[in-house]
């Protein structure tokens, strides 16, 4: 089994247009205006969703830690520095939330959906109606998504981050805090502890 990215992210020209927007938009949070958060939820909510969710592996503790960070994020807002991007700065509160949760609540079984990453590389490994092959492929799935959730702390959001959101390594190393080179590191080691429980 090959574990692939998901590139389904905003693209170079996009990402100088939002952060020009989300600039704007918390000038005018701090000028004293609420709407313009609401408007900051809506961007970033479904990406600090699914990534919570696949640090976490449990929905309602995923909506607690995004619920979390813009809270935070709201109150220390007159702490955002804006020569960096907003989006880094909120991952980077989401996953210490994400860890904090963690530290209080032991780790789940995944629920059934860790990611369509997973599904699609099991899916497309299938290439046969084998009754047999296909409960294989499921046990495997589920195997795959445990071992995903059971990553130690210092592995698990680098191999989020890049290999099942798809970020570079450079944005990760933003969000966690971490040289690029380090970044590259952990995911590769993620991947060989993966292949050395599960095979692949």
């Keep these: 089994m ?3 990215c998901d590139h389904s992210m905003t693209s170079p020209n996009n990402q100088t247009e939002d952060e020009n927007t ?19 939820m809506r961007r970033y909510k479904s990406p600090l969703f699914r990534f919570a969710l696949r640090h976490l592996g449990d929905e309602d503790d995923a909506e607690d830690a995004v619920q979390d960070a813009f809270i935070a994020a709201y109150n220390n807002l007159h702490r955002f520095n804006p020569k960096y991007r907003f989006s880094t700065w909120i991952f980077q509160i989401t996953l210490n939330k994400c860890r904090d949760i963690g530290r ?7 629920m059934q959906r860790l990611t369509p990453f997973v599904e699609n590389t099991v899916s ?26 059971q990553l130690p702390d210092t592995l698990k959001p ?5 290999a099942l959101e798809g970020r570079s390594h450079k944005e990760a190393s933003e969000i966690l805090k971490l040289s ?15 292949k050395a429980h599960l095979q692949i």
């Design 2 to 4: 090959i574990l692939c």
């Design 22 to 40: 989300d600039t704007a938009l918390i000038s005018s949070i701090l000028a004293g205006k609420d709407k313009p958060f609401t408007q900051l």
């Design 104 to 110: 209080k609540r032991k780790t789940r079984a995944f």
């Design 124 to 149: 497309s490994d299938i290439g046969s109606d084998n009754p047999e092959t296909l409960h294989q492929s499921r046990a495997a799935l589920s195997q795959l998504k445990d071992q995903i959730t």
């Design 158 to 162: 680098a191999f989020i981050l890049c």
């Design 180 to 194: 690029p080179k380090a970044v590259e590191l952990r995911v590769y080691r993620a991947r060989q502890h993966l």
